[in-house]
C-alpha cells in the first residue's frame, strides 16, 4: 500500500519560524456568564446538543477510553471529538497537535489516515512509538501548526476530511521538571514547546522591562498583582538572575501567601508559557488557514483550555459562519466574503463530570466544531 507519508519525511523535523514573544496581547477572563458552554446534564450527557450531536441512547459510547498513552496523557472530550470528526476508511485527518497520540489513536482505529504534527520531539517520539502498527496510515512530524499548510504542501496533501486542534500542553510536559512548566517541581525556568525554539521562560524574566513583564502577567494570566510581581522580580535579578521554576514561584508565593487550592504562581507560569510560545498569535494564524484545506464536509474541532483560547476560536467560527454582513452605514447587508463553515453546535461542549472526576486536568477544556461549507475558499 502506498505510504501516506514517505519514510524521509516521517522522521523529518520541519523548521518552525521563531516566535516573538513579545506580539499581539489578550484579556484574560473566566468564562463569562453570558457565555455558558453546554453543561453535562444529570445524566452526564449534555444539554442543548444541536444538529450532528449523538441521541443520547448513544451516551455509552462517550465511557472513558483508556490506553497505554494515559501515563503520558489522558485525552480530553476524547470520544467526543472522535464522534464529530467522523472518521473513517478513505478519510484523512491531520491532528495538529498530536502530544500522546491519544486522538489520533482513535481517528485510526476507525480506519482513517491520520498526519500528526507536533512541536515537541518528545511527543512525536512517544506518539510514534504508540502508533506505530498504524505504520502505512499514520505519519508524524515535527513542526508548528502554525505552518501546518506549508507542510502539507511539501508532502503532497492537497485537501483533508478533518482538522483536530487540541490545544496547550499535555500533562507529560507538565509532569516533566526538566521541561519547566511546573512551579511545583524544581527545574529550569523554560517553557518552551519546541527545545529549539529561541525565547525561554527565563530569558524573558531575566530580559524584560517591567512595564512589559506587567503587561504579560496582566493579559496572558489576568493577575491583578502584575505590577507588584514584576517590580519585585526586577528587584531580585539586580542581585541573581532567576534560573529555577520553584525560585520564581517562592518570589510570587511571598508578594501572593497562598489561599485555597490555587497555587499563587499559578496564573504568573500560565502568562509565561503563553508568552514563550506565542500560543493566541500562532493559534489566530493557523485558524485563517484552515478553510483551504478542508475538503466540503470536513470539520475542524478545536479544544481550548482558557478562555482566550477560545475566545479567539469562538470569534474566527462566528466571522466563517454568517453569509452575510452588516453594518449601518450600508443600504443593505453584503455577502461575507469569510462565509466557509457552518456550526455544528452553537456553545462549546465541555467534559462530563465523569470525565473531570477521572482527569482533573480536563475541567476547564471547551470543545468546538465547525463544518466546512462547499464554498471557494480564496487563499
Ligand atoms: C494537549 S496536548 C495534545 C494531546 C493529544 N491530543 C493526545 O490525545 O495525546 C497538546 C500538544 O500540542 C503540542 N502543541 C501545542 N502548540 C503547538 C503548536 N503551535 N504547534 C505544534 N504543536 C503544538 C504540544 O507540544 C502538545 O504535545
Known sequence: MRRLIPR?????RYCPATL????ALYHLNDWPSDDCPTKPNETGFRQGFSPGALPPDESSR?????SEGTDYHESVLLDEATHYLAPEPGKLFLDATLGGGGHSEQLLSKGAKVIGLDQDPAALSFARARLSHYDDKFGAIQGNFRDFGEILSTIGISGLDGL???LGISSHQVD???????????GPLDMRMDPDSEVTAAELINNCPEEELARVFYEYGEERASRRIASAIIERRKDKFFECTTDLAGLVQSILPRRGKKHPATRVFQALRIAVNNELRVLEEALTEIPQWLRPG???VVISFHSLEDRIVKSYLKRCSKSKIDRPEWPEPRSNPNYCFKLVMQKGLIPSKDEVKSNPRARSARLRVAEKLSIEVQP
Open 8 to 12: 524521509f519525511l516521517s522522521n523529518r
Open 20 to 23: 516573538g514573544a513579545q506580539d
Open 62 to 66: 462517550f465511557e472513558r477510553s483508556r
Open 164 to 166: 483536530l486542534l487540541d
Open 176 to 186: 516533566d521538571a526538566d521541561r519547566g512548566f511546573s512551579f511545583n517541581k524544581p
Open 298 to 300: 470536513g470539520r475542524l
